[in-house]
């Protein structure tokens, strides 16, 4: 079973890899992203709401800049794919998802704005600091509930197995990603703005 579950992890990786990651300077966002995310998982023992602030600010933005604004979306010559069948078959948040996602995202100031005291959850925020640190919260509930939400919704249209996969996956992307993409700065300077992708098409171990 954990032999199993290890492939599915692996096999999710690549894809993603694969089909999502062709931009050099998107590979760098997740790398600079990446160390945000790890910066921010350690705040988590200190305070959950500058954590979020943290991860959405930064990491997400960071992240998510790169897919909407630098990932080709054409065809995918590399796995003769065209966009529509990648974001089909995507087992995450694809970008009609995200976008939903992100709204969520940028409309929690002004739920907090609107509701000083989340509706009788906080006490009233009466300074700018205690207004950020309500976003916060809100912010890493979001977060909370949009992972357990797509491993929830994957439990009934992929299996049980592929949805705990998928929330590991993400769980461990920051340290993959910083793996990853360590020298995709490095060959961004030197003018690649394409991963040539070459492994794609080599045997894998």
């Known amino acids: 079973m954990l032999d199993s579950f290890m492939k599915e992890l692996r096999e999710q990786r690549w ?22 995310f790890m910066v921010a998982y350690a705040l988590l023992f200190v305070d959950p709401a500058w954590s979020a602030l943290l991860a959405w600010l930064v990491s997400m933005t960071t992240r998510q800049a790169g897919h909407f604004f630098f990932e080709p979306l054409g065809y995918d010559e590399v796995n003769q794919a065209t966009q529509e069948h990648k974001e089909a078959i995507k087992v995450g948040y694809n970008l009609r998802r995200k976008v939903v996602l992100m709204g969520l995202w940028a409309g929690a100031p002004l739920l907090v704005w609107l509701q000083p005291t989340l509706f009788g959850l906080l006490p009233a925020w009466t300074q700018p600091s205690e207004y950020a640190h309500h976003v916060g919260y809100v912010w890493f509930w979001l977060g909370v509930a949009g992972l357990l939400f797509r491993t929830v919704h994957l439990f009934f249209i992929r299996g049980v197995q592929t949805g705990l996969a998928w929330m590991c996956k993400i769980l461990t992307d920051p340290f993959n990603d910083f793996l990853q993409y360590r020298d995709a700065p490095l060959a961004l300077l030197r003018g690649e703005l394409i991963d040539p992708m070459t492994h794609v098409h080599q045997p894998r171990h």
């Open 15 to 36: 894809d993603d890899h694969r089909y999502y990651h062709h931009s050099r300077i998107n590979q760098t966002l997740h790398f600079i992203s990446a160390i945000s």
